[in-house]
């Protein structure tokens, strides 16, 4: 009779009975000391699993089965002695168990065809709850089973499958990402979350489960236990299980806060501390100003309201809060800052010198003086001559062309400046062109081609097609009225472009014949025969003087004719002294359109110096309201309004080439638009970020709710505020008075600042202390589900899922 099992570590292994598999060597006496897993596969593949130590790899057998080997480890750490694979078998308890199974199944089974369909109710395992109570059979949630008894025996008794069993769950449930993986996000999250816990004094701040792999439905959400059964609760102990960071009570042991709720800078720029903490903050002059009550004007509620899933306090529009001080002081014009910008201009050009040296570059203003602005750099960088054209112009005085190509080191160079110069002049006029004839379409292809991908349709929309055609055509023809001649596209002075520039530029010069071709802008000051109120001969007027024999007025013998020429001195025509006849020629001096000096003896009383003059009013005051306008040969905008769309789509445009082979000629255009006094001052409030492949982008609006479910933390406005409402939002959100606040968007030189993690808040994190003197096991409880989502993102039944639920989850 053998001995008792040798319990002692170095002699044997202690071999529990309740392993379903052995090593298929064991008749001989020959197991390996690894055996089968669970599933009965084979793990003897070697006598031991070397480890690593400094330079050399060591032997890990135990005494109990020999102790290390004398060959050791191979040189690249594999064991020196390898093991065949074997085929495990069953244990004789294990297949007892297999045998008591089915025929336990099959016991079942013959009763259930025996007690027919109404005796497989007793089958049920209890009621569904009321959400479910429709489904009206087993399959609706269970993979792999029917109304036969024996696939339900077979069922009971095979391996489960997480993906399988759930997969009927997911087909009704919504939601994004890993569904069934630890918390429904992918491993990546769990391992940035699992080095933030360790950072914060973890245990080993890992999970038991691992987070690769699937978790079925079931183990969380158990049905059958009735109609109001709290399927979406959480038992505490389900998290317990997995988390090897474990407390005992949110009061007692819970990690205490780092940054919550203040995870990045805000998106946009108000900066708390100067609005409504200090002595002399905004509110306060407002409400001295208009003798109002301070602490009503810096009520928290005036610019945050609840969102629908109470989530979050969500910040009230534009309109509703910053417009009464911002809109004019910032936006729309005022006396410290840029009221329009210029977006496209005609540069002025020493035209004279260019008609001296004999360059012809057609039409051009001799008045202009502007340089090109940064929009329209942006567009002629789509045409290679033109950029080429630019980068040897560079430093070239373009209004005084005389004295610098005089300092030409050669010829060559001159001649080389000149032809660039042309070469500019052409690349202009042909922008205004493709602007005029095929509109912002066409500009669109010029900015995909310096981009190199297609421009969103919404933002094309928006960077050009709020300029009134009128404007640009007007434009086009005060500068180039001989545009399409000028480009080769027509005949010179062809029919069609007359038609378009009805009054010739008084301003254009021909630099090609050597003769400048002024024409007068209008008729006035020459001598016109041709009008009644010419006072010359005029004798084909009906109301001249002569002999007109084929007139109704040729003054026949007509005496009861009005028209006859008899002495009818009541008549306006007759020629009798009439002074108060306005045609009549005599002295009259009370006519406005006599001409003559008031009369002293007039009975009007009004005197000529003390009539009101009518100014006219300039393009730029007649746009003060908003609008485009011409000035100085320039197309300028005016902003009328917040969220100005041109200014909005350029920002977003010049913002997202940053990272892209576009970023070096995009780059001025959104200089220009953010520095600290530019038009509209956008990004004075809309904070700039950098993405992560290097592009900007404007964050127009500030924080949203990312609805339902979403994040890991869940917390809730609505019953705080009404189970204490004599508490306010400064018993929570504690003011943080030394935060350098504005420095996390502006730097000291003045530039942007676009890394949105690197920030100081105007309030304190909020501590744990703070939410424990309420939640604690006999007050407002403290269960990890009261304050935490399992699922990381929303989860929805389909056709129920809430609006704020389908929206985007706006993370860090």
Same mark, same amino acid.
């Given at each position: ?23 298929g060597?064991?008749?001989d ?13 084979c ?40 093991i ?43 009621p ?101 059964a ?8 389900a998290?317990?299980?997995c ?14 806060f ?16 100067t ?12 409400a ?13 509620v005036?610019?945050?309201?609840p ?56 039409d ?52 080389q ?17 493709e ?46 009225p ?49 009008? /009644? +109120?010419? $006072?010359? @001969? *005029?004798? #084909?007027?009906?109301l001249? =003087?002569?002999? %007109? &024999?084929?007139? !109704? ?8 004719? /009005? +028209?006859? $020429?008899? @002495? *009818?001195? #009541?008549?306006?025509?007759? =020629?009798?002294? %009439? &002074?108060?006849? !306005? ?8 006519? /406005? +359109?006599? $001409? ?30 908003g ?15 917040h ?16 990272g ?16 600290k006094?530019?038009?509209?001052r ?22 949203h ?23 306010s ?11 350098k ?72």
């Open positions: 009779m053998p001995g008792l099992q040798k319990f002692d570590y170095l002699n044997s292994r202690y071999e529990r009975p309740n392993l379903k598999w052995v090593c060597r064991a008749q006496g020959a197991a390996c000391r690894n055996g089968p897993d669970s599933k009965g596969q793990c003897g593949v070697s006598e031991c699993e070397p480890v690593r130590e400094g330079d050399r790899w060591i032997c890990t057998r135990p005494p109990s089965a020999g102790g290390p080997c004398e060959l050791g480890p191979m040189s690249d750490g594999v064991c020196a002695h390898p065949p694979p074997c085929v495990p078998v069953r244990t004789l308890r294990s297949t007892r168990g297999l045998v008591v199974r089915w025929a336990v199944a099959v016991t079942i089974g013959f009763l259930a065809v025996v007690l027919g369909s109404s005796g497989m109710r007793w089958l049920e395992p209890g569904l709850i009321t959400a479910h109570a429709s489904l009206e059979n087993c399959q609706s949630c269970h993979s792999g089973v029917s109304l036969n008894p024996f696939t339900w025996a077979v069922a009971a008794f095979s391996p489960s499958s997480p993906e399988k069993d759930s997969g009927k769950c997911v087909s009704c449930h919504v939601t994004s990402g890993n569904a069934l993986g630890a918390h429904g996000v992918v491993g990546s999250v769990l391992e940035a979350s699992t080095k933030r816990i360790v950072a914060l004094g973890g245990d080993s701040g890992g999970a038991l489960h691992d987070s690769g792999s699937a978790i079925p439905c079931a183990t969380c959400h158990v049905e059958h236990g009735g109609e109001k709290p399927l979406t609760e959480v038992a505490e102990t998290c317990q299980a988390h090897v960071s474990r407390f005992h009570g949110f009061s007692k042991d819970h990690p205490e780092t940054s919550y709720p203040y995870e990045r800078r805000t998106r946009l720029v108000f900066d708390h501390d609005h409504l903490f200090r002595a002399q903050s905004y509110f306060a002059k407002e001295s100003k208009k003798n109002l009550d301070e602490k009503s004007l810096k009520a928290c005036n610019c945050h309201s969102a629908d899933d109470g989530g979050l306090m969500l910040t009230r529009n534009f309109e509703n809060t910053c417009s009464g001080c911002h809109l004019k002081s910032d936006i729309l014009n005022s006396d410290h800052l840029p009221s329009d910008v210029a977006v496209l201009a005609v540069p002025g050009l020493d035209v004279e010198t260019l008609r001296q040296e004999g360059i012809d570059i057609g051009w203003p001799a008045d202009a003086e502007g340089r090109l602005t940064p929009f329209m750099k942006l567009l002629l960088s789509a045409d290679k001559e033109t950029v080429a054209a630019l980068g040897i112009l560079e430093s070239l005085p373009l209004l005084d062309l005389k004295e610098a190509l005089s300092k030409a080191a050669s010829e060559e160079e001159k001649k400046k000149l032809e660039a110069i042309r070469t500019l002049a052409r690349g202009v006029k042909r922008l205004y062109h602007l005029q004839s095929a509109g912002p379409q066409k500009f669109g292809e010029r900015l995909s081609a310096i981009g190199g991908k297609t421009v969103d349709e919404r933002i094309l929309r928006d960077l050009f097609s709020s300029m009134p055609r009128d404007v640009l055509l007007a434009a086009r023809c005060e500068s180039f001989n545009l399409k001649s000028d480009l080769g596209l027509i005949p010179e002075g062809a029919e069609d472009e007359a038609n378009e520039c009805r009054v010739p530029s008084k301003v254009a010069v021909k630099t090609g014949d050597g003769q400048a071709q002024p024409e007068p802008a209008s008729n006035a000051g020459q001598k016109d025969t041709g009008d /009644i +109120l010419s $006072g010359s @001969k *005029d004798t #084909g007027d009906i001249s =003087g002569t002999k %007109d &024999t084929g007139d !109704i007025l040729l003054g026949a013998a007509n005496t009861g004719d /009005i +028209l006859s $020429g008899a @002495k *009818d001195t #009541g008549d306006i025509l007759s =020629g009798a002294p %009439d &002074t108060g006849d !306005i045609l009549s020629g005599a002295k009259d001096t009370g006519d /406005i +359109l006599s $001409g003559a000096p008031p009369s002293d003896s007039s009975n009007d009383k009004s005197d000529a110096a003390d009539a009101p003059s009518v100014e006219e009013v300039g393009p730029q005051e007649y746009a003060r309201t609008g485009w306008y011409r000035q100085d040969f320039s197309i300028v905008l005016q902003p009328s309004r969220a100005e769309p041109f200014l909005k789509a350029w920002l977003e445009f010049s913002a997202s080439a940053f892209t082979p576009a970023q070096t000629v995009v780059e001025p255009v959104f200089a220009t638009l953010t520095r006094n530019a038009l509209g956008c990004v004075k409030c809309h904070s700039v970020d950098r993405r992560e492949d290097g592009s900007m982008s404007i964050q127009w609006t500030p924080k709710s990312g609805g339902s479910g979403g994040g890991f933390t869940r917390f809730r406005h609505g019953p705080h505020l009404s189970l204490a409402p004599d508490r939002c400064a018993s929570c959100h504690v003011q943080e008075g030394s935060a606040y504005s420095e996390g968007f502006v730097a000291k030189n003045g530039g942007i600042l676009t890394d949105p993690d690197k920030f100081s808040s105007n309030f304190k994190t909020i501590s744990r202390q703070m939410c424990s003197e309420c939640h604690t096991r006999t007050e407002a409880g403290e269960t990890c589900a009261q304050c935490h989502n399992y699922h990381a993102e929303p989860f929805m039944p389909v056709g129920m899922t809430p609006v704020h639920a389908t929206a985007s989850v706006q993370k860090k």
